[in-house]
């Protein structure tokens, strides 16, 4: 039997094992593909998570593959108004002031390296999780692969196995929310875009009430993202015609821009109802989606494998109490419904009332907030979540 066994090894799934790994637990990660894809969903990593990564030693290797993009650009693109909040203001409360701009795929790859390297780690690639269950002493789960079926039984099981989370659905834990009634599409281009467009730092948010975009710089490529009606047929957005027209209006030219990758995604803002069950936890997207825009769904579920690890070590190395798993449900779940899921709504609305006139209970609009220092610095205190991490402290 092992210790805990992970269904997922995405990103959360992968960190959650590096850490109860590297403290010495004995860890089993399966996951249903051969191999760890080249998953471009996530390109940002923020300042704490950041610092999180570099206690197990993944955050210097990320570096060296990323982009430090320490200035984040909102332009309102009706009135052509730009704002910019610089992260070098919060540099006397990180070591890491800037977003780093990394494709999430290389923190997969970076951290099973690290997996590899450990004996008390097996990793089983190309196994699907089919049914499992569990009594006061252990959980019991089926997966199976071309081999045949494969039984794993673990004293903690960790769902790290993604929004459609079979995990969850298995245990009939709710996932409410709702579903965006626009898709995003998603373009990569190499056309180098800070020389067509001026004023672009690396991450860029245009607002607009009609077409919306997001310009982020990733190490391989541009990335642009815009929101389009899902009732139309996909195809429509994934052909040239509909390219080039985006293309068009963002440069203002017929110059024809090639894009090396295009991708439409359903977008939903859910929250579990619960993140525990017994000896069973959820993590990452398992547990929570939202809205990519500020970039925190891959960042909160690292916070959580932060969080949850830090229990389960107490559970297991030093005896502590098995109700802890309740305060990680309570904090964690506390922080997606008022920290992820009001920021991203938050945020999401920006994008098409424009950031100038941007206004919620907490916020003042931009223009207030970069005219006054303390308000830049508590917006770039939440844009970079550590006053998520604050709260979270709060909760009891
Ligand atoms: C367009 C877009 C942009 C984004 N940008 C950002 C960003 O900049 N920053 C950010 O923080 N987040 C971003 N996100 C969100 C981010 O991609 C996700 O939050 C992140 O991938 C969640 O990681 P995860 O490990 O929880 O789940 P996943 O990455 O979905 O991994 C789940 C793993 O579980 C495996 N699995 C599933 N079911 C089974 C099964 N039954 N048996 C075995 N294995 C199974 C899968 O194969 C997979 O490897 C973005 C999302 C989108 C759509």
Redo the contacts with the bound molecule.
């Keep these: 039997m092992t210790d805990v066994l992970i269904?997922?090894?995405?990103?959360?799934?992968?960190v959650c094992a590096l850490m109860l790994a590297q403290a010495g637990i004995d860890v089993t990660v399966?996951?249903?593909?051969q191999e760890?894809?080249m998953?471009l969903?996530?390109?940002?990593?923020?300042p704490p998570?950041l610092e999180m990564l570099d206690s197990i030693g993944l955050a210097e290797p990320l570096i060296a593959q990323g982009l430090k993009a320490p200035v984040y650009t909102f332009r309102d693109r009706a009135t052509d108004t730009t704002f910019r909040l610089d992260m070098a203001e919060i540099s006397d409360r990180t070591r890491y002031p800037f977003r780093l701009q990394c494709e999430?795929y290389k923190l997969v790859q970076a951290a099973t390296a690290e997996l590899e390297k450990l004996s008390n780690v097996t990793m089983i690639f190309g196994?699907?999780?089919?049914s499992f269950e569990q009594d006061d002493a252990r959980v019991r789960a089926t997966?199976g692969s071309v081999d045949g079926d494969r039984i794993v039984e673990a004293r903690y099981m960790i769902a790290?196995?993604?929004?459609?989370?079979?995990?969850r659905q298995t245990l009939g834990i709710d996932f409410g929310g709702f579903t965006y009634p626009e898709a995003?599409l998603?373009y990569s281009t190499m056309l180098p875009l800070e020389e067509r467009i001026s004023g672009l730092s690396l991450v860029n948010y245009i607002s607009d009430p009609n077409e919306w975009l997001v310009l982020?710089r990733a190490p391989s490529a541009w990335r642009v993202?815009l929101s389009v009606d899902a009732e139309n047929d996909p195809q429509e957005y994934m052909s040239d015609a509909f390219k080039d027209a985006v293309f068009r209006r963002l440069l203002n030219s017929d110059e024809p821009v090639e894009t090396v990758h295009r991708?439409i995604?359903r977008?939903h803002q859910r929250v579990a109802s619960r993140f525990v069950e017994g000896r069973i936890c959820l993590?990452?997207?398992?547990a929570h989606?939202n809205s990519?825009i500020g970039?925190?769904?891959?960042?909160?579920?690292?916070h959580d494998a932060f969080n949850l690890i830090d229990k389960l070590r107490a559970i297991l190395l030093d005896g502590g109490p098995a109700d802890l798993l309740g305060l990680y449900d309570r904090q964690r779940r506390g922080i997606a419904h008022s920290f992820v899921q009001a920021q991203t709504m938050d945020n999401t609305r920006a994008m098409k009332e424009g950031w100038g006139s941007r206004r919620d209970s907490q916020s003042a609009g931009m223009a207030d907030v970069v005219a006054d220092p303390v308000k830049r610095r508590e917006a770039l205190y939440k844009q970079s979540m550590f006053k998520s991490l604050d709260d979270e402290r709060e909760i009891a």
């Design positions: 269904v997922g090894c995405g990103p959360v799934g992968s399966v996951d249903r593909v760890p894809p998953d969903r996530a390109s940002t990593i923020h998570t999430q196994a699907e999780l089919r997966f790290a196995d993604g929004a459609s989370s079979l995990v995003y998603c982020l993202l991708t995604y977008i993590v990452g997207d398992s989606v990519p970039g925190y769904g891959m960042n909160g579920g690292i």
